[in-house]
């Protein structure tokens, strides 16, 4: 290189230091006349002619921004691009002026600064807007984001299965909110590439930029969009940062209301692209430091940017570019609207209620612009709007949805992977679509199996809301405004060891539970089809079945002729962390198991599994059908969600936060004495308030916390027979940052209370 640079340059001293790059060999240079930089790359035709376009463009900026961005320098013989051989590699080579100044990344930048940058970014794309290059608009590559498809291929190079979902899910985001109005976007050739190591600050104050090798032609927004997301993505508030590039671009160049809807998942894009790309450079040029630069950085505001509710972060947008907030439907009137068409019979949760627009994972996003950590539903099992579960319903759903009466696949491969999941005995599946459903079909094959009618239920426990169901349902038939319990229900106290008749931990409590138990069943006036219980009863407050009673308790009623039944609804699917279904916490195996919930994330899905005993006696019967059950769509979700715990370790992620948020509660009940017991397991906890001293309920202070909670921008509810326990299911996602954030708040709120 130093004869190449004497003998094309005509420089009499050459001194190289080689610096870092992307996918190039660059040098500094320093010479008698001064320093310059030397670009290297690997030749192609392309490669070539892309650099003589942005040498004409460098060209064409000079007389605007001469001394901030590089000047080209000619070679002798008065070309700008040059092939030159170096080690048997053709090279294409070119000369830059060295510009004098320290990286942003070096400093610690004001307001000011990236206020200045977007005045920057703006006047050079008023200057750019002004060249032709049919090149540089004809190209497609992974560093424009408008064409994000071309970074998936570099998904599977992201280690870790929860970090390739979080970025799934933004690419879900753009194909849903950017893709149908990037044709509507104005378009312009951007510079498009502002992060830190690419902006100087001179020694006069003037910003100035380098390596114009990204250079684009995108939507005018996309500008905005990267040189945001590199002034934000190592500080806290990423808002308050990147608006003031915004802010500085639009002084200039005024923005569009249709960009600004696009911003917040643009800025996604270009952090995803960033991750995706370092996850493949990782892999093809481990040696290059370079490629990695921004990679922590980038991951942070990847989870970070999901806390921000996509309205919260568009009205900022707005603000900033002079626009006024979207406005949406107040509470007052959105519950008016409710109320003309839907019985009031159907609640809404909260004193004050929230009106949701989207969630991600475990946050939800209100219509005003706030963001809410979920700590309540475990519905959306695996997380809210989980893009495999989500592409995995789109994909099926647009090849085919019909019914069990035809062949398909993918109908026993779920069933085959569900049923792995069981011990070898329960190897049989029925499909409905909800736990009520199963629950009503898994009393009708009982009682059918063992032609007996009685039904044996534990104290509190509810199980769907079919009739059926209703019936089998402590917590519905015995409310004061219920059916009342049917003849044909058998109701045995729950095993309660903090409350109860028989308390304290061990299986003392638990086998006196079951001896009880065992005395009502063999004296029922009539025999026992089966017995129904959830491993932790969740209308009952959360209460796990004390030890050693379900082992009893089956036993007896085998020995009656009659089935044993889990209900894991709430329970099963890795959900107590140390199992994956609650049985197998109490070492039993029932005959059969009511599935719902968490099946499909959201998706309206159940079944009952059960013993090919049973299912061959139910196949005597009537035929079975369910226009829903089991159908491809379900199928395809029901996969995906099985397919994403393994990726994402969700059940051990449930027993290792679910320790710590427990451990976190038992620290809690340490300091307030109105925190009379912490049960539950995994994430499947209930918090017991009490009257200080006692062990008496206080459903005030439950409903005080639960709705000051809410204020706070936390969902956790409450539960039990006087609604006096704190109940908090969040998806499996939930982190230990996560629990940390609802204990700390719930202490906030104890200091409040003389307890």
């Known amino acids: 290189m130093h004869d190449l640079l004497k003998t094309s340059i005509g420089f009499l001293s050459v001194e190289l230091k080689k610096l870092n790059g992307y996918d190039n060999v660059n040098y500094l240079v320093e010479t008698d006349s001064g320093k310059y930089i030397f670009k290297t790359y690997p030749f192609t035709s392309e490669t070539f002619d892309l650099v003589q376009v942005e040498t004409e463009f460098l060209h064409a900026l000079q007389k605007r921004f001469h001394g901030r961005i590089p000047e080209p320098v000619p070679f002798e013989d008065g070309n700008y691009v040059k092939l030159i051989e170096s080690g048997g590699q053709k090279l294409v080579g070119r000369l830059l002026t060295f510009l004098d100044g320290a990286f942003l990344g070096d400093l610690n930048p004001s307001k000011a600064d990236y206020h200045a940058l977007g005045i920057l970014l703006a006047e050079l794309d008023q200057e750019l807007g002004k060249q032709k290059s049919y090149l540089i608009q004809s190209r497609k590559w992974e560093w424009d984001i408008q064409y994000l498809e071309l970074v998936h291929k570099f998904l599977e190079d992201i280690p870790s299965g929860k970090d390739r979902n979080a970025v799934r899910f933004f690419f879900l985001q753009f194909e849903e909110n950017v893709r149908p109005h990037l044709s509507g976007l104005r378009k312009s050739f951007i510079y498009n590439d502002a992060n830190e190591w690419n902006v100087l600050f001179r020694e006069n104050k003037d910003l100035a930029l380098i390596d114009f090798g990204d250079l684009a032609y995108a939507p005018l927004i996309q500008e905005l969009a990267v040189a945001m997301t590199y002034a934000a993505y190592d500080k806290d508030n990423y808002l308050e940062w990147g608006v003031e590039v915004l802010k500085g671009y639009q002084s200039v160049i005024p923005l569009e209301e249709k960009e600004l809807e696009a911003l917040y998942y643009l800025i996604a894009a270009r952090l995803c692209a960033s991750v995706c790309n370092s996850a493949h450079a990782r892999i093809t040029d481990p040696e290059n430091s370079y490629t990695s630069v921004s990679e922590e950085n980038a991951w942070k505001m990847l ?204 299986e003392k409590s638990g086998i006196a539970y079951a001896k009880d138990a065992k005395g009502l069943i063999n004296n029922f006036q009539m025999p026992i089809a089966a017995f129904i219980a959830e491993p932790i009863v969740g209308c009952g407050g959360q209460i796990p079945l004390a030890p050693g009673y379900l082992r009893e308790v089956y036993a007896a009623v085998r020995a009656n002729g009659g089935l044993c039944i889990s209900d894991e609804v709430q329970t099963g699917f890795g959900r107590v962390g140390d199992c994956f279904w609650g049985f197998e916490q109490h070492a039993v195996v029932p005959d059969m ?55 994402e370790g969700l059940q051990e992620n449930a027993n290792m936060v679910g320790n710590y948020y427990k451990s976190l509660f038992h620290e809690l009940q340490k300091k307030h004495t109105c925190i009379g017991d912490v049960r539950g397991s995994g994430l499947f906890l209930g918090v017991d308030l009490v009257k200080p001293g006692t062990k008496e309920e206080d459903p005030l202070l439950a409903k005080i916390i639960k709705n000051k909670l809410r204020e706070n921008y936390i969902l956790i509810s409450t539960d039990g027979p006087k609604d006096s326990v704190l109940k908090t299911k969040p998806p499996l996602i939930f982190s230990r940052e996560n629990a940390l954030q609802v204990v700390e708040e719930m202490d906030g709120i104890l200091k409040d209370f003389p307890c």
């Open 593 to 647: 198991v009511i599935l719902g919930k968490p099946m499909g994330n959201g998706h309206p899905m159940g079944a009952v599994v059960c013993t090919q005993e049973v299912a061959e006696s139910f196949e005597k019967g009537v035929e079975f059908f369910s226009s829903f059950g089991g159908n491809p769509v379900s199928c395809a979700i029901g996969l995906s969600v099985l397919e994403v715990m393994e990726e």
């Open 303 to 506: 989870y970070g940017w999901l806390k921000i509710n996509p309205i919260e972060a568009e009205n900022r947008f707005r603000e900033a570019a002079g626009l006024a907030k979207k406005m949406a439907l107040s509470l007052e009137d959105s519950l008016i609207y409710r109320n003309q068409y839907l019985s009031s019979i159907l609640s809404v949760s909260y004193s004050k209620p929230i009106k949701m627009e989207r969630a991600a994972f475990q946050y939800m996003y209100d219509v005003y612009g706030n963001t809410f950590l979920d700590a309540y539903n475990n519905i959306p099992h695996v997380g809210h709007s989980h893009p495999k579960v989500v592409e995995a319903g789109q994909r099926q759903m647009a090849r085919l949805n019909t019914n069990t009466r035809y062949l398909y696949d993918i109908l026993p491969e779920y069933a085959e992977k569900l049923l792995a999941k069981f011990p070898s005995s329960l190897n049989r599946v029925f499909f409905v679509n909800s736990g009520s459903a199963a629950s009503d079909l898994a009393i009708r094959m009982a009682k059918w199996h063992t032609q007996r009618e009685g039904i044996a239920v534990v104290e509190h426990g509810y199980h769907g809301n079919t009739q059926i169901s209703i019936d089998i349902s402590d917590y519905k038939f015995n409310n004061p405004k219920g059916q009342g319990q049917k003849d044909y229900i058998l109701k045995v106290p729950i095993p309660d060891a903090y409350r109860g008749k028989y308390t304290g931990e061990g």
